[in-house]
């Protein structure tokens, strides 16, 4: 059975259980404890050299970093997400390296600045924080605009891009990132997170930290 190895407060894992997840395929979900410095067993490094997460063992075939997951992911079950024309396939890779390098390295600033940090008790870096801040500004207006053309990044249906974005944007109100200016993005948002690959990795990001701040 395929196994997925992650940990559920990182978007990059919950991007391949998403995917997984719409493919319909079985996997075993492993979490990997930081704490106890499960990442850097002699087992862990042989699937990945570097010990960073997420991986996936295919019956001793390892990948890792998530986009080259889930392409691998639906290329090997035919999937439609990951459409087999060549220009349409473009299309798809295209926003996802979009979404990925601009708005997700955007996201990244914030999140671990405003959430991670003070709980790790890391120097907070402000800079960081308005400069994701100002990439988004940037950005986000680019998806809401290619989301409102047919209501999804490439065409009228889900593709990898639009779960790779969902995943990116998951943890925008534990990180106090604002989507309300961007209709479509709301509504596109809304609507997938409503679907049962969305609702079968979690309800909503972050539930265990959620848990842990309310209380």
């Not at 997840?21 to 979900?29: C, D, H, Q, W």
């Not at 050299?49 to 997420?54: L, S």
């Not at 290619?146 to 109100?173: H, S």
Request: aromatic residues 12%; hydrophobic residues 40%; charged residues 30%.
């Amino acid at each position: 059975m395929l196994k997925i190895y992650g940990g559920n407060l990182s978007s990059f894992c919950n991007k391949v259980r998403l995917v997984a997840n719409a493919i319909g395929l079985e996997y075993e979900y492993k979490k990997i404890n930081f704490k106890e410095r499960e990442h850097k067993a002699p087992d862990f490094l042989k699937m990945h050299p570097a010990g960073k997460i997420p991986i996936i063992d295919d019956d001793g075939f390892f990948v890792f970093e998530s986009n080259a997951i889930i392409k691998y992911l639906a290329e090997k079950n035919n999937s439609s997400l990951y459409p087999k024309e060549l220009k349409q396939k473009t299309q798809v890779d295209q926003w996802i390296d979009f979404c990925s390098f601009h708005v997700g390295n955007a996201m990244d600033k914030i999140l671990f600045n405003k959430v991670f940090a003070p709980r790790i008790k890391v120097t907070i870096d402000e800079r960081a924080i308005q400069d994701g801040y100002m990439f988004l500004n940037r950005y986000l207006p680019v998806i809401e605009e290619q989301i409102g053309r047919d209501g999804f990044l490439v065409g009228k249906k889900m593709t990898l891009a639009d779960v790779n974005c969902l995943a990116i944007l998951d943890p925008c109100e534990i990180a106090e990132v604002d989507l309300s200016a961007y209709n479509n993005i709301v509504q596109w948002r809304e609507d997938l997170k409503k679907q049962d690959f969305y609702t079968k990795c979690h309800k909503e990001y972050g539930e265990s930290l959620l848990r842990m701040t309310k209380s």
